[in-house]
């Protein structure tokens, strides 16, 4: 079964521009998660989409958003790009939605921001 | 809310030697609990989990036993190699909002020599 994908690996961006990254979750798989990783906060959670519904939300301002398509790939956009949102971006799908079932990580897209 | 605490890295080990992480929780109810490991480029895999109080997950020869009366998650290896380099993330899911949410601590790096 292949793994989790994301597209593209590596970005550069400008501040004040937006940016789309992408996820194709393990096939089966209907729920999508996204988490941001930086040295100085770790991994913090984004969201969680669920059957193209976002069942979960993090503490990020609404310049981060995401949605997830009928077969199960999603996607998070991040607007107006700010220095402080270079990270990487990491998407994991699980086959259910709850506190139980395990999650597999993608190899993250890695944004920077000048 | 919810929170994972682990203890502070870098930690160094000679090949051959006993490792132990420790991890300690805080959460309301019976969240699962889980040890993702990060190689260097690399998103997190995961390693082992538990989803009751007195399970032990293992892996790869890691283990890591749930203890609700001390809120512990602490992960242990019998005989490190050179190969288990890298981050180590303890973790445990919202049981809360029952979606896959996950919560991590801020990580460990191990450091094994030959």
């Known amino acids: 079964k292949a793994g989790v994908t994301q597209t593209p690996r590596y970005l550069i961006k400008t501040r004040g521009q937006q940016v789309t990254l992408s996820c194709s979750p393990i096939s089966g798989h209907r729920s999508v998660s996204w988490y941001q990783q930086t040295p100085g906060q770790g991994l913090q959670f984004l969201f969680e989409?669920?059957?193209?519904?976002?069942?979960n939300k993090g503490n990020f301002p609404g310049r981060f958003s995401g949605r997830q398509f009928s077969n199960s790939r999603s996607e998070m956009n991040v607007s107006t790009l700010e220095l402080g949102d270079s990270a990487l971006y990491l998407c994991a799908s699980s086959s259910g939605s709850g506190h139980s079932y395990e999650q597999y990580f993608g190899p993250g897209t890695r944004l920077t921001v000048t | 809310g919810d929170s994972v605490t682990q203890m502070e890295g870098p930690v160094t080990l000679s090949e051959e030697a006993f490792l132990t992480i420790n991890c300690t929780y805080t959460?309301?109810?019976?969240?699962?609990l889980f040890w993702y490991v990060q190689y260097p480029g690399e998103g997190l895999q995961l390693l082992l989990k538990?989803?009751?109080?007195?399970d032990k997950g293992s892996n790869k020869g890691f283990e890591a036993t749930y203890r609700k009366e001390t809120t512990s998650f602490h992960l242990e290896k019998g005989s490190v190699q050179v190969s288990d380099s890298a981050v180590y993330f303890c973790?445990?899911?919202?049981?809360?909002?029952?979606?896959?949410?996950?919560?991590f601590g801020q990580g460990t790096t191990l450091q094994v020599k030959p």
């Open positions: 538990a989803t009751k109080a007195d």
């Open positions: 959460a309301t109810g019976y969240p699962s």
């Open positions: 973790a445990l899911s919202d049981q809360a909002s029952n979606t896959g949410k996950l919560i």
């Open positions: 989409y669920f059957s193209e519904t976002q069942r």
